[in-house]
């Protein structure tokens, strides 16, 4: 069974920054896409970011982009950081780490969203003004 463990949430005031990780455990594939995202209580999922394990090639919401990085830890490739620049009151959510198994030969953030095998407990990231 996969497992995602998520930490770094907080309380942040707007232009803060934040640093999300995950650790993942339970699969044995070469090629996934571990990702974020986030999901108010009655909303919808939104996607933030993701990478692909076998090459590291990076995608971004474009709510996010220019201001989020996503990246392998080079110590533990199984560990994925999502830095979190600039926040904004908008980025308040529960963040969540998921993992995409089978991921498409060209990876979106629609594809992600759609593929998800597992995810995480959550972690609530909190922009206060």
């Known amino acids: 069974q996969v497992h995602l463990v998520e930490s770094g949430g907080g309380l942040v005031h707007v232009g803060d920054s934040l640093r999300l990780s995950c650790t993942a455990s339970g699969f044995s594939r070469d090629d996934v896409v571990i990702g974020w995202f986030r999901q108010a209580p009655g909303k919808e999922r939104e996607g933030v970011g993701c990478?692909?394990?076998?090459?590291?090639?990076?995608?971004y919401d474009a709510s996010v982009k220019g201001r989020f990085t996503i990246s392998i830890d080079n110590a533990n490739k199984n560990t994925v950081h999502l830095q979190m620049n600039s926040l904004i009151p908008e980025d308040t959510d529960v963040y969540y780490c998921?993992?995409?198994?089978?991921?498409?030969?060209?990876?979106?953030?629609?594809?992600?969203?759609?593929?998800?095998?597992?995810w995480g407990q959550g972690t609530q990231v909190t922009v206060d003004v």
């Open positions: 990478v692909r394990s076998s090459d590291s090639s990076a995608y």
């Open positions: 998921a993992i995409d198994l089978n991921p498409t030969s060209q990876v979106t953030m629609v594809d992600f969203l759609n593929g998800l095998d597992w």
